[in-house]
């Protein structure tokens, strides 16, 4: 099993310009999950889901759109980026009952210039 | 807003154990403890949770106090590749359905 698969691992954007991260899992897992951590941040949820065709916000959803169409992917798209969305994006699936331990993946670090 | 509380950062030596603290001021009484850890340039991996009872795995073993407003996460030979951010929380977001991650404790484990 692969786990959690998140690409590109580096990204530089212009300000003004639109990405999409790609997450994609394949443990089956209902709940996924994008956070963002910055220097001495810690790590902060952007927006989750619970299965296909739910998403949420998380505590800093502004910026950011999801969807999730399939229980295996869950993008993070970046509407217009921005410098302040600088960071390192982390992508976490669990299953539902969340006790269980998530699993992250890698990262995806972007710098928008 | 009330979250788990870490120091900043720790040192250890080299096979020796290493007693990670959390403060946990206001767990309510149906809520989880997690650890997880980061290692240099990766995501976050699970190391253990626990309820009330303390708790044994293959990576480290977590101590919870009788009132569970403390717990230790307890590594007993640090070894190099124990290096890492260690993040405890108990909380959740407001819909009670995802974890939230405070800072962490840096570990620094010396040859």
């Known amino acids: 099993n692969a786990g959690v698969t998140q690409t590109p691992k580096f990204q530089v954007l212009k300000t003004g310009q639109s990405m999409t991260l790609q997450c994609a899992q394949d443990?089956?897992?209902?709940?996924m999950s994008w956070y963002r951590q910055d220097p001495g941040m810690g790590l902060r949820l952007i927006h989750y889901s619970v299965g296909a065709g739910i998403t949420d916000q998380g505590e800093v959803p502004n910026g950011y759109n999801v969807s999730r169409s399939t229980t295996e992917d869950f993008p993070l798209r970046l509407l217009s980026a921005a410098p302040s969305q600088t960071s390192v994006y982390f992508c976490a699936s669990s299953p539902r009952q969340t006790v269980y331990g998530y699993t992250f993946g890698s990262g995806t670090r972007l710098t928008v210039v | 807003d009330a979250k788990t509380t870490q120091p900043n950062s720790m040192e250890s030596n080299e096979e020796e154990p290493v007693h990670l603290p959390c403060n946990h001021s206001?767990?309510?009484?149906?809520?989880?403890i997690h650890w997880y850890r980061q290692l240099p340039s990766q995501g976050p991996e699970y190391v253990i949770h626990g309820l009330t009872s303390n708790v044994n795995n293959r990576m480290a073993s977590l101590a919870i106090a009788e009132d569970r407003k403390s717990s230790t996460l307890i590594l007993h030979r640090a070894t190099l590749r124990d290096a890492a951010v260690y993040y405890c929380?108990?909380?959740?977001?407001?819909?009670?359905?995802?974890?939230?991650f405070g800072g962490g404790t840096r570990l620094m484990v010396k040859p």
């Open positions: 206001t767990i309510s009484g149906t809520d989880y």
């Open positions: 929380t108990d909380k959740y977001n407001n819909a009670g359905n995802m974890l939230t």
């Open positions: 443990m089956n897992h209902e709940y």
